[in-house]
C-alpha cells in the first residue's frame, strides 16, 4: 500500500470516529491522530529523501558524461601518441639518412624530445584527472546506495505504521461495538431514570405537605422559645445590674473609708512631726545657747592682749536663711517652703504635681530654723532621697529628692548676712 492509499485509509477512519463513535473512542481518536502526525512526518522525509536522491542521480549522470567525455579525449591522446611514434620512427629513419648533417639532427631530435614530453604530461595530466573523476564518481555511488538504503527504511517504517493502522482499526471496530452495547445500557437506564423521577416527583408533593406541616409546628415553638429567650435575657440583665450596683456601693463604701481615714492619718503624723520638730527645735536652741555660753566664757578668760589682734568669728543667723525646694529641669521651678509644705496631685496642696505617678497627698515638708524634714504620706510610689527610698529624712543643702519621678533639689540659700 502507497503513501496514498495509507492516508486514504487513515482519512476515513478518523472520519468514522468524528461521525459514528460515542465518547468512549476518544483514546482511539488520540492514536489515531499520533498515526496521521507520524505518517505526514514519514512521507514528509520520505519526499526529502526522493528529492535528494533524484539530485545526486542526475549528478551521477552528468559525471558519466563527463567520464565519457574525458575517456574519448583520452583515446583521442592516445592514438597522437601512436602517430607520435609513428612520426618519430620516420623521423629516426631521417635521421639515420641524415648523419651528413650532425646539426640539423641534433636541433630535430631537441624539438621531437620537447614535443614528446609535452605530450608525456598531457597525458600523465589526463590520467590524474580521470583517477580523481573515478574517486567523485565513487563517492556518488556510495550516496547513492546510502540514500537507496534510507528508501529501504522508510518502507520498512511505512510497513510498520500500516500495521499500527490495521490495528487500531481493528481496535476501533472492538470500541464500535463496546460503544452499541452502552448505547443500549444508556437506553435501558434513562427509562428506568423516567420512572424514578416519576417516582420522586410523587414522593416530593407529600414530602411538601410534611414539610409545611413541619413547619407550621416550629415556627410555632420558635414563637414560645423567642418570648422565653427574651424572659430570660430582660432576667440576666437586671441580675447583671444589680451585682454591678453592688460593686459601685461596695467600691464607694471603701473609697469612702480610705478618704477618712487618710485625713486622720495624716493629722497624726503631722503632730507627731510638729512633736519632734518642736522637742529638736529645743535641743538644737538648749546647744546654741551652750555654744554661745562657752564662747563667751572663753573670751572672758583670754588676755586682754590677745584678743586685740584676734578678729571676732560670727554665724549665719538661721532666721536669715530660707529654704528653698527647687524642681530641677528647663526651666527650674523655685519653691520656698513654709513651715509646713504639702506635696501632691491635687489642687489643694502647696505643691501640685499632676501626674499619675504622684498620689493625692504624697508627702509634706517641714521646715524649722535649724533643720528640715520630708515623710512620705503613705504614697505609692514613695519619696527618693539621694537614691534611697525613704519615709521620714532631715534635709541637707544640695539633696537630690525624687517625688514619685519628679526630680527636686533642696537647698538654703541667705537672706541677709551679719557680722
Same mark, same amino acid.
Given at each position: 500500500?502507497?503513501?496514498?492509499?495509507?492516508?486514504?485509509?487513515?482519512?476515513?477512519?478518523?472520519?468514522?470516529?468524528?461521525?459514528?463513535?460515542?465518547?468512549?473512542?476518544?483514546?482511539?481518536?488520540?492514536?489515531?491522530?499520533?498515526?496521521?502526525?507520524?505518517?505526514?512526518?514519514?512521507?514528509?522525509?520520505?519526499?526529502?529523501?526522493?528529492?535528494?536522491?533524484?539530485?545526486?542521480?542526475?549528478?551521477?549522470?552528468?559525471?558519466?558524461?563527463?567520464?565519457?567525455?574525458?575517456?574519448?579525449?583520452?583515446?583521442?591522446?592516445?592514438?597522437?601518441?601512436?602517430?607520435?611514434?609513428?612520426?618519430?620512427?620516420?623521423?629516426?629513419?631521417?635521421?639515420?639518412?641524415?648523419?651528413?648533417?650532425?646539426?640539423?639532427?641534433?636541433?630535430?631530435?631537441?624539438?621531437?624530445?620537447?614535443?614528446?614530453?609535452?605530450?608525456?604530461?598531457?597525458?600523465?595530466?589526463?590520467?590524474?584527472?580521470?583517477?580523481?573523476?573515478?574517486?567523485?564518481?565513487?563517492?556518488?555511488?556510495?550516496?547513492?546506495?546510502?540514500?537507496?538504503?534510507?528508501?529501504?527504511?522508510?518502507?520498512?517504517?511505512?510497513?510498520?505504521?500500516? !500495521?499500527? &493502522? *490495521?490495528?487500531? #482499526?481493528? /481496535?476501533?471496530?472492538?470500541? @464500535? %461495538?463496546? +460503544? =452499541?452495547?452502552?448505547?443500549?445500557?444508556?437506553?435501558?437506564?434513562?427509562?428506568?431514570?423516567?420512572?424514578?423521577?416519576?417516582?420522586?416527583?410523587?414522593?416530593?408533593?407529600?414530602?411538601?405537605?410534611?414539610?409545611?406541616?413541619?413547619?407550621?409546628?416550629?415556627?410555632?415553638?420558635?414563637?414560645?422559645?423567642?418570648?422565653?429567650?427574651?424572659?430570660? !435575657?430582660? &432576667? *440576666?440583665?437586671? #441580675?447583671? /445590674?444589680?451585682?454591678?450596683? @453592688? %460593686?459601685? +456601693? =461596695?467600691?464607694?463604701?471603701?473609697?469612702?473609708?480610705?478618704?477618712?481615714?487618710?485625713?486622720?492619718?495624716?493629722?497624726?503624723?503631722?503632730?507627731?512631726?510638729?512633736?519632734?520638730?518642736?522637742?529638736?527645735?529645743?535641743?538644737?536652741?538648749?546647744?546654741?545657747?551652750?555654744?554661745?555660753?562657752?564662747?563667751?566664757?572663753?573670751?572672758?578668760?583670754?588676755?586682754?592682749?590677745?584678743?586685740?589682734?584676734?578678729?571676732?568669728?560670727?554665724?549665719?543667723?538661721?532666721?536669715?536663711?530660707?529654704?528653698?525646694?527647687?524642681?530641677?529641669?528647663?526651666?527650674?521651678?523655685?519653691?520656698?517652703?513654709?513651715?509646713?509644705?504639702?506635696?501632691?496631685?491635687?489642687?489643694?496642696?502647696?505643691?501640685?504635681?499632676?501626674?499619675?505617678?504622684?498620689?493625692?497627698?504624697?508627702?509634706?515638708?517641714?521646715?524649722?530654723?535649724?533643720?528640715?524634714?520630708?515623710?512620705?504620706?503613705?504614697?505609692?510610689?514613695?519619696?527618693?532621697?539621694?537614691?534611697?527610698?525613704?519615709?521620714?529624712?532631715?534635709?541637707?543643702?544640695?539633696?537630690?529628692?525624687?517625688?514619685?519621678?519628679?526630680?527636686?533639689?533642696?537647698?538654703?540659700?541667705?537672706?541677709?548676712?551679719?557680722?
Amino acid at each position: 500500500m502507497g503513501f496514498r492509499n495509507l492516508r486514504e485509509a487513515l482519512g476515513a477512519v478518523m472520519g468514522r470516529l468524528e461521525h459514528d463513535t460515542p465518547p468512549v473512542a476518544t483514546k482511539e481518536r488520540a492514536s489515531a491522530a499520533q498515526l496521521r502526525a507520524a505518517l505526514a512526518e514519514v512521507e514528509a522525509r520520505s519526499e526529502e529523501r526522493r528529492l535528494a536522491l533524484e539530485s545526486r542521480m542526475q549528478d551521477v549522470g552528468f559525471m558519466r558524461i563527463q567520464l565519457r567525455v574525458r575517456n574519448a579525449r583520452i583515446a583521442a591522446l592516445e592514438k597522437e601518441v601512436s602517430d607520435l611514434g609513428g612520426a618519430l620512427s620516420q623521423r629516426n629513419e631521417q635521421i639515420g639518412e641524415m648523419k651528413r648533417d650532425p646539426v640539423f639532427l641534433n636541433d630535430t631530435i631537441a624539438a621531437l624530445t620537447a614535443t614528446v614530453a609535452e605530450r608525456d604530461a598531457s597525458t600523465a595530466a589526463l590520467k590524474a584527472m580521470q583517477l580523481a573523476e573515478g574517486e567523485t564518481l565513487a563517492a556518488r555511488q556510495s550516496d547513492f546506495a546510502r540514500g537507496i538504503a534510507e528508501s529501504e527504511v522508510l518502507r520498512k517504517n511505512l510497513g510498520t505504521l500500516e !500495521a499500527a &493502522l *490495521a490495528a487500531a #482499526t481493528t /481496535r476501533l471496530a472492538q470500541e @464500535e %461495538a463496546a +460503544a =452499541l452495547v452502552a448505547l443500549e445500557l444508556r437506553n435501558s437506564m434513562e427509562a428506568s431514570i423516567g420512572e424514578q423521577r416519576q417516582r420522586i416527583a410523587r414522593l416530593e408533593g407529600e414530602l411538601a405537605g410534611v414539610v409545611r406541616d413541619r413547619d407550621a409546628s416550629l415556627a410555632a415553638a420558635a414563637a414560645v422559645q423567642a418570648e422565653h429567650l427574651e424572659q430570660g !435575657a430582660r &432576667l *440576666a440583665t437586671v #441580675t447583671a /445590674r444589680v451585682l454591678e450596683l @453592688e %460593686a459601685e +456601693a =461596695l467600691d464607694q463604701v471603701h473609697a469612702l473609708s480610705a478618704l477618712q481615714e487618710e485625713p486622720r492619718v495624716s493629722n497624726e503624723r503631722e503632730r507627731d512631726l510638729e512633736g519632734d520638730l518642736h522637742a529638736a527645735d529645743s535641743i538644737h536652741g538648749l546647744e546654741a545657747d551652750l555654744r554661745m555660753k562657752g564662747a563667751r566664757r572663753d573670751e572672758l578668760a583670754k588676755p586682754h592682749d590677745d584678743s586685740r589682734g584676734t578678729s571676732a568669728t560670727h554665724e549665719v543667723d538661721p532666721e536669715g536663711a530660707a529654704p528653698l525646694f527647687i524642681r530641677t529641669g528647663e526651666p527650674e521651678v523655685v519653691h520656698v517652703l513654709g513651715r509646713k509644705t504639702t506635696i501632691g496631685r491635687t489642687p489643694e496642696n502647696d505643691v501640685q504635681i499632676d501626674a499619675q505617678y504622684i498620689s493625692r497627698h504624697h508627702a509634706v515638708i517641714l521646715a524649722e530654723r535649724t533643720h528640715t524634714i520630708i515623710e512620705d504620706l503613705n504614697s505609692t510610689n514613695g519619696v527618693i532621697v539621694n537614691g534611697r527610698r525613704v519615709l521620714r529624712q532631715s534635709l541637707k543643702d544640695g539633696d537630690i529628692v525624687l517625688i514619685g519621678k519628679a526630680p527636686f533639689r533642696f537647698a538654703v540659700r541667705p537672706v541677709a548676712a551679719r557680722r
